[in-house]
């Protein structure tokens, strides 16, 4: 009798922690085991040596003529995470980035970008450059700005959030001047009184932008493979990854989330009753539409979930971005690698296949260039026989140490402002 009603008890358990984790809107389970796609993450750890020699650019083109001493590029890139010595190893796993030379008359060390790699520097900022020089239509700079506003509850954004993914979005780097101050007939720049932060405000509204790339993939769908237009009018592509369990409750849940109505992220909700369960599955299902306007307004189709949780409070999305993005994998794929796990890197993943973007621009490309160029083998470079042999056994105290009681102190500290986010905008697990 005891071990019927010990049964008893534990299926109603059972059940009930079931129910708790299963959403009241979708039925779709809220907490999902995030199963790995090789493919993304393989390409985020190339891209976690272009971050870090990216920086490196930076650093080097800070300087006059944009060439810096070995023992004073130590100095400073000690207080972007590297260690003492590790900044001169580094340099020499990338000879078709980093070019070190011995001076002729000082006989120090210094280091400078190849050709190569400047020229792919200088072609991105043409690029980005020339994307909002156009005169003979819209031009693209301005239109991703127009459309991020236009996602906005408010119709406005803080002029921070959007500098911070400025190269996520393929914006210039002096965009407000060059974007925002020069087109005023659009944006409208301002302070807050409560918050004394700038913001940018939409200054009109413009229907023919409030198509969204959903809304084109259901279109290219419908002509080229002939479905049924009802059948997808509110539905999403969706492409599980490799190991992924579908079972047949999970397989019932996604085919009445695939057919369930919801509104426009362009859309104004604020007039809506958004108190009952209808209302509140329809903004579940705009808030992944939204996360999925915002990626395709990127050029890489894929921005980092802290950067995304900017975006958070103007943009009506869940509280906790991570726990609802991984509801998603068929539509979305969170990536931790690339960083130690600091960082966690949303895909839009209709817009790559195998690693790489369906359809590529040429910023995306350029960048793409100098990654082949942090890929290539160091052993396949020309280097002096002093540097390859270090480059081998490690390092050289005493080659380093010569020349720095030349170099001056440097005080200017560089920080990694991009990853800064809150810890309410995002999960707590992230």
């Given amino acids: 009798m005891r071990s019927v009603i010990w049964q008893s008890v534990k299926q109603l358990?059972?059940?009930?922690?079931?129910?708790?984790?299963?959403?009241?809107?979708?039925?779709?389970?809220?907490?999902?085991?995030?199963?790995?796609?090789?493919?993304?993450?393989?390409?985020?750890?190339?891209?976690?040596?272009?971050?870090?020699v990216l920086?490196?650019?930076?650093?080097?083109?800070?300087?006059?003529?944009?060439?810096?001493?070995?023992?004073?590029?130590?100095?400073?890139?000690?207080?972007?995470?590297?260690?003492?010595?590790?900044?001169?190893r580094f340099v020499l796993k990338f000879p078709h980035v980093f070019e070190v030379f011995e001076h002729p008359v000082q006989r120090i060390l210094y280091c400078r970008l190849t050709r190569r790699a400047a020229a792919q520097i200088e072609l991105e900022k043409q690029l980005s450059a020339a994307r909002y020089r156009m005169l003979k239509c819209l031009p693209d700079a301005i239109t991703r700005i127009r459309k991020l506003l236009m996602l906005s509850n408010t119709g406005r954004v803080r002029l921070e959030h959007i500098r911070i993914a400025r190269r996520e979005f393929g914006l210039p780097d002096d965009f407000e001047s060059s974007v925002i101050l020069n087109h005023p007939q659009f944006f409208r720049l301002f302070d807050a009184d409560e918050t004394r932060n700038k913001y940018i405000e939409l200054v009109e509204r413009d229907c023919t932008l409030t198509v969204c790339e959903i809304e084109r993939v259901r279109e290219r769908e419908y002509r080229e493979k002939g479905e049924d237009a009802e059948e997808i009018r509110f539905s999403f592509l969706v492409n599980f990854p490799p190991g992924f369990k579908i079972g047949k409750y999970y397989k019932i849940a996604m085919w009445k989330w695939q057919r369930l109505p919801y509104w426009s992220p362009y859309e104004d909700v604020s007039g809506y009753d958004l108190r009952s369960l209808e209302a509140q599955r329809r903004m579940e299902k705009r808030a992944v539409a939204m996360i999925h306007e915002l990626l395709a307004l990127?050029?890489?189709?894929?921005?980092?979930?802290?950067?995304?949780?900017?975006?958070?409070?103007?943009?009506?999305?869940?509280?906790?971005?991570?726990?609802?993005?991984?509801?998603?994998?068929?539509?979305?794929?969170l990536s931790t690698r690339g960083n130690h796990g600091k960082l966690h890197t949303v895909f839009l993943k209709e817009a790559y296949r195998k690693g790489e973007l369906v359809e590529p621009n040429e910023l995306y490309l350029t960048r793409r260039k100098l990654a082949e160029l942090v890929l290539v083998s160091p052993r396949k470079a020309r280097m002096q026989p002093e540097l390859a042999s270090y480059w081998r056994d490690g390092v050289d105290n005493h080659m380093w140490d010569v020349g720095r009681d030349l170099d001056d102190v440097v005080d200017a500290s560089y920080s990694d402002e991009d990853e800064s986010c809150s810890g309410s905008d995002i999960d707590e697990s992230c």
């Avoid at 130590?74 to 995470?81: E, K, P």
């Avoid at 802290?306 to 993005?325: Q, S």
């Fill in 298 to 333: 990127t050029v890489e189709k894929k921005m980092t979930l802290e950067r995304i949780a900017h975006f958070r409070m103007t943009m009506d999305l869940p509280k906790k971005l991570k726990e609802f993005v991984l509801q998603q994998q068929g539509i979305f794929y």
């Fill in 55 to 88: 920086k490196f650019q930076d650093l080097i083109l800070s300087q006059p003529n944009a060439i810096i001493s070995v023992s004073r590029l130590d100095s400073i890139s000690r207080r972007i995470g590297f260690k003492q010595f590790e900044s001169g």
């Fill in 13 to 52: 358990t059972s059940n009930t922690t079931a129910s708790r984790l299963m959403s009241q809107s979708t039925s779709i389970p809220r907490k999902q085991v995030r199963v790995r796609d090789h493919a993304y993450d393989d390409y985020m750890e190339i891209q976690k040596k272009v971050r870090k």
